[in-house]
C-alpha cells in the first residue's frame, strides 16, 4: 500500500511551487495531507481561514489531497493522522541546512516517521512566499507565480 503523507508549511499564500511539489506526491503517495501549521512565533500575512481556502481552490482538481491546519508538534499530528511521511520542499543549498536540522529533530522526536525531500521544477527554485508578497505590494503581476485564488487575494494588497 502506498503510504500517506503530510506536507506542513505557512503556506502565507501558496505558490505555484507548492503546488508543484503536491502535484509530484502523487505517483508516491495514496493521500497527501497539506497542513497549515498554526505557528505562534510567526505572523502571516493571511489569516489560517484565508490560507486554507486558497489551498483548498488550488488543489480542489487533485482528489488525493486533503487540505486542513495543525497546532503543536508535526510529528504528534502526522501520528494522530496515521501518516508515514512528511514531505518537505528544496529549492536550493540554502534550504538544506535549515531543513535537514528539522529532519533530524522530528526523526529524534518520532522515528516512525520518514522526511522526504522534493526538488520543484527548476521554474520554481526562486519562488517563496515572501517573494510573491514583495512583488504584489509592489504592483507587479504574480499571475504566474500563484494559483488564481491568491492572486486575487495578493492583488488586494496593491489596491486595498
Ligand atoms: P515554512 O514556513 O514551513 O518553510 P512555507 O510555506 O514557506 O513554510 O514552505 C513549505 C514547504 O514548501 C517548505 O518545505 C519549503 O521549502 C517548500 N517550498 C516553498 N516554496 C517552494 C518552491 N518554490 N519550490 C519548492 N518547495 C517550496
Same mark, same amino acid.
Given at each position: 500500500?502506498?503510504?500517506? !503523507? *503530510?506536507?506542513?508549511? %505557512?503556506?502565507?499564500?501558496? &505558490? #505555484?511551487?507548492?503546488?508543484?511539489?503536491?502535484?509530484?506526491?502523487?505517483?508516491?503517495? #495514496?493521500? /497527501? &495531507? /497539506?497542513?497549515?501549521? +498554526? #505557528?505562534?512565533?510567526? %505572523?502571516?500575512?493571511?489569516? *489560517? !481561514?484565508?490560507?486554507?481556502?486558497? =489551498?483548498?481552490?488550488?488543489?480542489?482538481?487533485?482528489?488525493?489531497?486533503? +487540505?486542513?491546519?495543525?497546532?503543536?508538534?508535526?510529528?504528534?499530528?502526522?501520528?494522530?493522522?496515521?501518516?508515514?511521511?512528511?514531505?518537505?520542499?528544496?529549492? !536550493?543549498?540554502?534550504?538544506?541546512?535549515?531543513?535537514?536540522? $528539522?529532519? =533530524?529533530? #522530528?526523526?529524534?522526536?518520532?522515528?516512525? *516517521?520518514? &522526511? /522526504?525531500? =522534493? $526538488?520543484?521544477?527548476?521554474?520554481? &527554485?526562486?519562488?517563496?512566499?515572501? *517573494?510573491?508578497?514583495? /512583488?504584489?505590494?509592489?504592483?507587479?503581476?504574480?499571475?504566474? =507565480?500563484?494559483?488564481?485564488?491568491?492572486?486575487?487575494?495578493?492583488?488586494?494588497?496593491?489596491?486595498?
Amino acid at each position: 500500500m502506498k503510504p500517506h !503523507a *503530510i506536507y506542513p508549511g %505557512t503556506f502565507d499564500p501558496v &505558490t #505555484n511551487g507548492h503546488l508543484d511539489i503536491i502535484r509530484r506526491c502523487a505517483p508516491l503517495f #495514496n493521500q /497527501v &495531507t /497539506v497542513a497549515v501549521a +498554526v #505557528n505562534p512565533a510567526k %505572523t502571516p500575512l493571511f489569516s *489560517i !481561514a484565508d490560507r486554507l481556502e486558497m =489551498l483548498r481552490d488550488a488543489c480542489a482538481d487533485l482528489p488525493f489531497v486533503r +487540505v486542513t491546519s495543525f497546532e503543536g508538534l508535526l510529528v504528534r499530528f502526522a501520528e494522530s493522522q496515521g501518516a508515514q511521511a512528511i514531505i518537505r520542499g528544496l529549492r !536550493a543549498v540554502s534550504d538544506f541546512e535549515y531543513e535537514l536540522q $528539522m529532519a =533530524l529533530m #522530528n526523526r529524534r522526536l518520532s522515528d516512525r *516517521i520518514e &522526511t /522526504v525531500f =522534493l $526538488m520543484p521544477s527548476q521554474e520554481y &527554485t526562486y519562488l517563496s512566499s515572501s *517573494i510573491v508578497k514583495g /512583488v504584489a505590494r509592489a504592483g507587479g503581476d504574480v499571475s504566474e =507565480l500563484v494559483p488564481p485564488g491568491a492572486q486575487k487575494a495578493l492583488e488586494a494588497l496593491a489596491h486595498p
